[in-house]
């Protein structure tokens, strides 16, 4: 066909680094039809497509979708080619800015696990550490006989409401418990689960919680939030020290039972009080 001006699909294919298949493709779409198919089937290009072509792969490349390239040439001016652009340009930012929020939430979530052997190593020490500003969504147990079942179920209350509300719970979640109540023969009124919030959402009809930036008495541990001994020793420390609580035990989950082996079997968490100025 080479007498007749006409190019073979594997060397129109071959010139702009796409696949044979991918100008079949292009033929089914209508986005570039061959000007002549043979009778065994051969299909051949005339040499005027090529700027065509060359105009698809390179959108194409830009991640332009095609059924915006076609709709673009079907009558191509400049004004449409600009417009194209300017499209893929907003969804580009759209998709960067959806990125950064994921890459903050990979971050958040890292942050849960950095260091963790050493701090497991630390476990039942208590000490002082100054931690920011928190919103958690609450979701209260609903008895006060509680088991690993019950907490889970209370704990995906408060996670799926953030789900709802387009966040990922990437910050991690805990437990509340009274500090009063602990001491009393109902340690486990007015306790419930958390979900730490990754940022400041716009939620309605849910109980959140405001953990004040300040300087909490910590200690890791290996212990269930309904096993309330570890609370005991942090408290009972914090009265050594003659520290006063200024608000509710935070228990925060670090790792969870995905995590059990032959020498982790319980949850390993960080106990958490705000220090009274």
Same mark, same amino acid.
């Given at each position: 066909?080479?007498?007749?001006?006409?190019?073979?699909?594997?060397?129109?294919?071959?010139?702009?680094?796409?696949?044979?298949?991918?100008?079949?493709?292009?033929?089914?779409?209508?986005?570039?039809?061959?000007?002549?198919?043979?009778?065994?089937?051969?299909?051949?290009?005339?040499?005027?497509?090529?700027?065509?072509?060359?105009?698809?792969? /390179? $959108?194409?490349?830009?991640?332009? +979708?095609?059924?915006?390239?076609?709709?673009? &040439?079907? #009558? @191509?001016?400049?004004? %449409?080619?600009?417009?194209?652009?300017?499209?893929?340009?907003?969804?580009?930012?759209?998709?960067?800015?959806?990125?950064?929020?994921?890459?903050?939430?990979?971050?958040?979530?890292?942050?849960?696990?950095?260091?963790?052997?050493?701090?497991?190593?630390?476990?039942?020490?208590?000490?002082?550490?100054?931690?920011?500003?928190?919103?958690?969504?609450?979701?209260?147990?609903?008895?006060?006989?509680?088991?690993?079942?019950?907490?889970?179920?209370?704990?995906?209350?408060?996670?799926?409401? /953030? $789900?709802?509300?387009?966040?990922? +719970?990437?910050?991690?979640?805990?437990?509340? &418990?009274? #500090? @009063?109540?602990?001491? %009393?023969?109902?340690?486990?009124?007015?306790?419930?689960?958390?979900?730490?919030?990754?940022?400041?959402?716009?939620?309605?009809?849910?109980?959140?919680?405001?953990?004040?930036?300040?300087?909490?008495?910590?200690?890791?541990?290996?212990?269930?939030?309904?096993?309330?001994?570890?609370?005991?020793?942090?408290?009972?420390?914090?009265?050594?020290?003659?520290?006063?609580?200024?608000?509710?035990?935070?228990?925060?989950?670090?790792?969870?039972?995905?995590?059990?082996?032959?020498?982790?079997?319980?949850?390993?968490?960080?106990?958490?009080?705000?220090?009274?100025?």
């Amino acid at each position: 066909m080479r007498d007749k001006g006409l190019i073979k699909i594997s060397e129109m294919a071959s010139l702009h680094g796409v696949s044979r298949q991918t100008l079949i493709l292009y033929d089914k779409n209508g986005l570039l039809k061959p000007v002549e198919i043979a009778e065994n089937g051969y299909r051949y290009y005339s040499v005027d497509q090529i700027p065509r072509l060359r105009q698809i792969c /390179l $959108l194409k490349e830009m991640g332009v +979708p095609l059924s915006d390239i076609r709709a673009h &040439l079907e #009558a @191509p001016t400049t004004d %449409s080619m600009r417009a194209l652009l300017e499209g893929r340009r907003q969804a580009i930012a759209q998709e960067q800015a959806r990125l950064e929020e994921q890459l903050r939430e990979l971050n958040q979530l890292d942050d849960i696990f950095v260091h963790v052997r050493t701090k497991e190593r630390n476990a039942g020490i208590p000490f002082v550490l100054w931690i920011p500003e928190r919103t958690a969504l609450f979701s209260p147990f609903p008895k006060e006989r509680m088991d690993e079942k019950t907490l889970h179920l209370a704990l995906m209350d408060a996670w799926g409401r /953030l $789900l709802e509300a387009g966040a990922i +719970p990437s910050r991690g979640f805990a437990s509340l &418990l009274d #500090a @009063p109540a602990l001491r %009393s023969d109902r340690p486990l009124d007015g306790a419930g689960s958390l979900v730490i919030m990754p940022r400041e959402l716009p939620m309605d009809d849910v109980a959140l919680v405001k953990l004040p930036a300040g300087e909490y008495a910590c200690m890791y541990k290996h212990a269930m939030p309904y096993d309330v001994e570890p609370a005991h020793q942090l408290l009972d420390w914090m009265g050594e020290q003659g520290l006063e609580p200024a608000g509710p035990v935070v228990d925060r989950c670090l790792l969870d039972s995905v995590f059990y082996d032959e020498n982790r079997t319980a949850d390993f968490c960080r106990l958490e009080v705000l220090i009274a100025p």
